[in-house]
């Protein structure tokens, strides 16, 4: 089995882990290329790395612009000699490369995992995707509404957590998580290390991207932290967890550790986001409850919302059994992971050629 994969973001490249696990079950004799992690390196070598698309917010992007005309060529002409096709997220990059290949007429058939947000955003690329796809791996149970050919495969984080609270036991641990890039943590450091202080008998932790190797330069003085590797390896030991706006988000609200998510970012990158976003909440957990007809999970700050203040003011009166009750009925709703289910859908399709 030959598989072309594009995994430009770090959770893409997480999820297809889980994946090309599974897909080992089926076939031991995998081999891929295209766009992820150097990790895979023993199943292929990546034509570009993950981490050269890295880019935050509207503006961001546009520096990549050139490099990603040159990788859509290479991918096309990757997916000639490819069984398959998986894309992960990043529409913006996975839809133009869906519409080459499918323009090429190419016999491999296309998978697309983690399905672009319509239903906060740009809803024309349900069409798109609904009349070129081969198979739409939806990871919300709602998504059905937005898109007449998905089908819910379930919620990779549900893979890939392999501990949630089931109290709400104390273990005198704080948790801060600035964010994945560099534009983010530089704006929440400042604030969490003035924050730090203030929260008094607690070990602090920061968890760190994959930006670790510049942690001085870019996350500044963390003498008042424990730095702690791994998201979930921090947040299933914490009381609580200020959190920059993410998919660290989602992951604290399904292992059941009450938090605060925190945003700041450039004043253009949210002004656009709050023209083009049709959504009430910027939290995943909020997002999915607020489809459902509850109330929020736990609290958003935004951009001057992000204060010292607010933030002691969130971690002192913050509810634990309120949280926990309500990371269970999440932890339902999303009901199994997705793994096992795409690669069964990939191989399906592979048979079916």
Not at 140 to 168: A, C, M, Q
Not at 181 to 210: D, Q, T, Y
Request: charged fraction near 25%; include cysteine; hydrophobic fraction near 45%.
């Amino acid at each position: 089995m030959k598989l072309l994969v594009s995994c430009l973001e770090s959770s893409a490249n997480l999820h297809f882990e889980q994946i090309l696990n599974e897909l080992q079950q089926i076939d031991e004799n995998i081999e891929i290329c295209g766009i992820f992690d150097e990790k895979f390196t023993k199943f292929g070598k990546p034509i570009y790395k993950s981490s050269e698309f890295s880019a935050m917010g509207f503006v961001g992007v546009v520096p990549l612009i050139l490099k990603a005309k040159k990788a859509l060529k290479k991918m096309i002409n990757l997916a000639k000699s490819c069984d398959h096709v998986l894309l992960i997220d990043s529409p913006a990059f996975n839809i133009p490369l869906l519409k080459s290949i499918k323009k090429q007429r190419l016999f491999c058939k296309v998978s697309y995992f983690v399905l672009p947000q319509v239903w906060a955003w740009k809803k024309g690329r349900a069409k798109i995707l609904d009349s070129l796809c081969d198979n739409l791996a939806s990871i919300w149970p709602f998504e059905n509404k937005y898109y007449s050919r998905s089908t819910f495969v379930g919620h990779p984080l549900i893979d890939e957590i392999s501990e949630f609270k089931t109290n709400t036991a104390k273990n005198s641990i704080v948790s801060f998580l600035p964010g994945s890039r560099e534009a983010e943590i530089k704006a929440l450091m400042p604030i969490f290390r003035n924050l730090a202080p203030k929260i008094k008998e607690k070990k602090l932790l920061v968890v760190p991207s994959n930006l670790m190797n510049k942690i001085d330069e870019i996350y500044g003085d963390v003498s008042k932290f424990e730095v702690v590797c791994g998201t979930q390896n921090a947040l299933v030991k914490s009381d609580f967890a200020f959190i920059c706006s993410g998919t660290a988000t989602l992951e604290a609200a399904l292992i059941g550790v009450p938090f605060v998510l925190c945003y700041k970012a450039k004043a253009i990158d949210v002004w656009l986001a709050r023209r083009l976003v049709k959504l009430n909440y910027a939290g995943l957990a909020n997002i999915i409850f607020d489809f459902a007809g509850k109330d929020p999970l736990h609290t958003e700050l935004i951009q001057n919302e992000v204060s010292v203040e607010n933030l002691l003011h969130e971690y002192q009166n913050h509810d634990d059994e309120y949280f926990l009750q309500g990371s269970k009925l999440l932890r339902s709703y999303l009901d199994h992971g997705s793994a096992k289910n795409v690669a069964k859908m990939i191989y399906s399709s592979i048979n079916q050629i």
